[in-house]
């Protein structure tokens, strides 16, 4: 069982930057995010399996960058140019098998 602890999220204006990092408790796979926007669906926003390319939702290419420390266990999500569009909960993702971590609020505002 390996369990997923997320730090980062907030309040941000408009073209402001975040970072996001989630911390495994053992070594796995595949690490990523996924984010679920107000009264819709969770979504992928991006994930990178170890010693692999990491893989965009078209919605956020050239913005967001995700990176992982393979010695820490740890995924990170940088977030630039953000916009209110961003606004979600996002979730911290592991596989496999599945685990996600428990979720951290991003809200794009002025």
């Known amino acids: 069982q390996v369990q997923l602890v997320e730090s980062g999220g907030g309040l941000v204006q408009p073209g402001g930057s975040l970072r996001l990092s989630c911390a495994a408790s053992?070594?796995?796979?595949?690490m990523g995010w996924y984010r679920q926007p107000p009264g819709k669906q969770r979504e992928l926003v991006a994930i990178m399996p170890r010693g692999a390319s990491p893989h965009y939702a078209d919605s956020v290419k050239g913005r967001f960058t995700v990176s992982r420390d393979i010695a820490k266990n740890t995924v990170y999500l940088q977030m630039n140019s953000l916009k209110p569009e961003d606004t979600a909960v996002y979730y911290c993702?592991?596989?496999?098998?599945?685990?996600w971590g428990q979720g951290t609020q991003v809200t794009v505002s002025s």
């Open positions: 993702y592991a596989a496999p098998p599945v685990y």
């Open positions: 053992g070594s796995i796979y595949a």
